[in-house]
């Protein structure tokens, strides 16, 4: 079964970055499409950004511009760069993989003064 492990969360003020990663098991990661879900207290999980197995990339909008997600298949890891964050990003940021609905445990982002 493959896991899904994020880390890189914390706390951060307004218009500071963060970089998460997401490490899978297994050794299909190369052929996974993956995605960056957030869920912020008392809302739905909602889509931030994806990137399929060729690279090709999609972002939500309100984040279009502020993240990067990328990957590295030699180390199994997918990337979501977050800059220039707002309060509004608090969340606890998931990974997930499409391919086999594979959800990692989550990684609490803060942003505040």
């Known amino acids: 079964q493959v896991q899904l492990v994020e880390s890189g969360g914390g706390s951060v003020q307004p218009g500071g970055s963060l970089k998460l990663s997401c490490t899978a098991s297994?050794?299909?990661?190369?052929?996974?499409?993956m995605a960056w879900y957030r869920q912020a207290p008392g809302k739905q999980r909602e889509f931030v950004a994806r990137?399929?197995?060729?690279?090709?990339?999609s972002y939500e909008s309100i984040v279009k511009g502020r993240f990067t997600i990328s990957r590295d298949n030699a180390k199994k890891t997918v990337y979501l760069q977050m800059n220039s964050l707002k309060p509004e990003d608090t969340a606890v940021y998931y990974c997930?993989?499409?391919?086999?609905?594979?959800w990692g445990q989550g990684t609490q982002v803060t942003v505040s003064l």
């Open positions: 297994g050794s299909s990661f190369s052929t996974y499409d």
């Open positions: 997930y993989s499409i391919d086999i609905s594979a």
């Open positions: 990137i399929n197995s060729s690279g090709f990339i």
